[in-house]
């Protein structure tokens, strides 16, 4: 699978629904938003917050899903 790379590509992401494989666009709204930055320390170690709403019978598969996508993203001291 590839990494999206521009809003396009996160609206053909296809997910997997009740009908079969959707693409993201036709269950999912994409907002963009510009929030202050904020710095997150856990046991003095920084960390990335990511939020998302979610279906609540979804829930632990988006969860899965958003945590084995995140074992990819390095951090500027790694």
Same mark, same amino acid.
């Given at each position: ?5 521009s809003?396009?590509? *996160? ?5 997997m629904?009740?009908a079969?494989?959707?693409p ?9 938003e510009? *929030? ?9 170690k ?5 939020a ?6 979804? *829930? ?6 958003i ?12």
């Amino acid at each position: 699978m590839l990494k999206p790379q521009s809003e396009a590509d *996160l609206e053909n992401l296809t997910v997997m629904t009740d009908a079969g494989p959707k693409p993201a666009s036709s269950v999912a709204e994409w907002v963009k938003e510009e *929030l202050p930055t904020k710095f997150f320390h856990k046991d003095g170690k920084s960390y990335v917050r990511v939020a998302a709403t979610v279906e609540p019978s979804q *829930l632990s598969i988006v969860g899965a899903d958003i945590k084995k996508a995140m074992n990819d993203v390095k951090t500027p001291t790694e």
